[in-house]
């Protein structure tokens, strides 16, 4: 099972303004240890920089987006080493040199919170999708880059996450209520830097 690639842009809904050098809105959570995030410029633009040593902590933002009207989320990103995970899909290989994440809110039930990870793997295939070594499949995972992409290069990316939320979570899923970001190296005692450039959602 697995992911096809996406499409071009119009109306747009910012959600990461790192260019404007703007973390307001975003919060921090931590699983364990704290990853390093900061506004630093890099080739004249300022971005969003994740250094990570043995760490899992996250950035995330709620903000409420209406996927039949934003169906898409872009970014870009890029990292500086490869982890050495050899498994993702169980909880000692549960490490991501990059990884955004859209969340949809279970409310007064938590254990429904459902999310759609979006992650820079190092040995799982391009485009495929697994549950969570932790989260079961309230938390699916698909690899868009991985061990073949190259370090200091930036990727753009765009996917349509009213699309891939009906095929990862099986569900139709027309509303998200938050985004996350995590560079995290706990499990493998792994460092790494990662860069993430301005984040949105488009019309088209």
Not at 16 to 34: A, Q, V
Not at 95 to 119: F, H, K
Not at 140 to 150: E, K
């Amino acid at each position: 099972m697995g992911l096809t690639a996406a499409s071009s842009s119009a109306d747009e809904l910012t959600v990461g303004d790192f260019s404007s050098s703007n973390l307001e809105s975003w919060r921090e959570k931590s699983f364990l240890g704290k990853t390093d995030y900061s506004l630093v410029k890099l080739q004249d633009a300022f971005v969003l920089r994740a250094e990570s040593r043995s760490s899992a902590s996250g950035l995330f933002r709620k903000i409420k987006v209406d996927l039949n009207k934003y169906p898409y989320l872009n970014w870009r990103w890029r990292i500086e080493q490869r982890l050495t995970t050899s498994n993702e899909r169980v909880k000692s290989g549960d490490d991501y040199a990059a990884r955004i994440y859209v969340i949809i809110d279970g409310g007064l039930l938590p254990w429904r919170t459902m999310a759609v990870n979006y992650v820079w793997a190092n040995r799982a295939e391009k485009y495929d999708i697994w549950p969570s070594a932790f989260a079961g499949k309230n938390s699916m995972m698909a690899a868009l880059r991985n061990y073949q992409d190259l370090t200091a290069t930036w990727y753009h990316e765009k996917r349509n996450v009213l699309e891939d939320s009906k095929e990862m979570l099986g569900k139709d899923i027309t509303a998200i209520d938050g985004i996350a970001i995590m560079t995290d190296t706990d499990n493998n005692q792994d460092f790494t830097t990662a860069y993430y450039g301005d984040i949105y959602f488009s019309a088209n």
